[in-house]
T-cell receptor, first 115, second 112 residues
Framework: DTGVSQNPRHKITKRGQNVTFRCDPISEHNRLYWYRQTLGQGPEFLTYFQNEAQLEKSRLLSDRFSAERPKGSFSTLEIQRTEQGDSAMYLC?????????????FGPGTRLTVL | QKEVEQDPGPLSVPEGAIVSLNCTYSNSAFQYFMWYRQYSRKGPELLMYTYSSGNKEDGRFTAQVDKSSKYISLFIRDSQPSDSATYLCAMSANTGGFKTIFGAGTRLFVKA
């Protein structure tokens, strides 16, 4: 399977703990996006990378959130001191420059539950 | 006011019906318009993509964009129970790395 993969698929944690999610994009895609989706809502943009450079961050991305893409391949999203309001599906998407309109291909998501 | 408005439904139709899904938007800079299908507890799947105004057809699916009215539509002909899912409209501009703004999604149920 050469699609976008995300791990873990599910994460249950206690409030105050740190969590880290991983995204492996489609191999030739140089742009990678993180979104958050809560029940009954569409995905909300969090941040995106072009290669290893983080080019934009949403206001939704508080200082407890950090994302990296160290070698321009996989990416990690870390949430420190989790809060119950962080419970959501975290989605990763990728695309490559030259794809008209930046059509994005999504992974299956990581569902986070903060108790 | 949200940048993209989409009726969350649910929308329930009998098998074989024509389904019409719609979104409105406020940002005139949007040039790229997408429809994604999302099954429960799965990631969104790109269904249709349209650039600027016009129509695009792919099998049973037709996407329409009217930039003058800031209105986009997705039509599903001969709907099937397997079409039951949430349909998300999405749009982006040729700036900011094609950051995509999504509607809230419309839940569709197609009854056999």
């Amino acid at each position: 399977d050469t699609g976008v993969s995300q791990n873990p698929r599910h994460k249950i944690t206690k409030r105050g703990q740190n969590v880290t999610f991983r995204c492996d994009p489609i191999s030739e895609h140089n742009r990678l996006y993180w979104y958050r989706q809560t029940l009954g809502q569409g995905p909300e943009f969090l941040t995106y990378f072009q290669n290893e450079a983080q080019l934009e961050k949403s206001r939704l991305l508080s200082d407890r959130f950090s994302a990296e893409r160290p070698k321009g391949s996989f990416s990690t999203l870390e949430i420190q001191r989790t809060e119950q309001g962080d419970s959501a599906m975290y989605l990763c998407a990728s695309t490559r420059m030259g794809l008209a309109g930046g059509e994005q291909f999504f992974g299956p998501g990581t569902r986070l539950t903060v108790l | 006011q949200k940048e993209v408005e989409q009726d969350p439904g649910p929308l329930s139709v009998p098998e074989g019906a024509i389904v019409s899904l719609n979104c409105t938007y406020s940002n005139s800079a949007f040039q790229y318009f997408m429809w994604y299908r999302q099954y429960s507890r799965k990631g969104p799947e790109l269904l249709m993509y349209t650039y600027s105004s016009g129509n695009k057809e792919d099998g049973r699916f037709t996407a329409q964009v009217d930039k003058s009215s800031k209105y986009i539509s997705l039509f599903i002909r001969d709907s099937q129970p397997s079409d039951s899912a949430t349909y998300l409209c999405a749009m982006s501009a040729n700036t900011g790395g094609f950051k995509t703004i999504f509607g809230a999604g419309t839940r569709l149920f197609v009854k056999a």
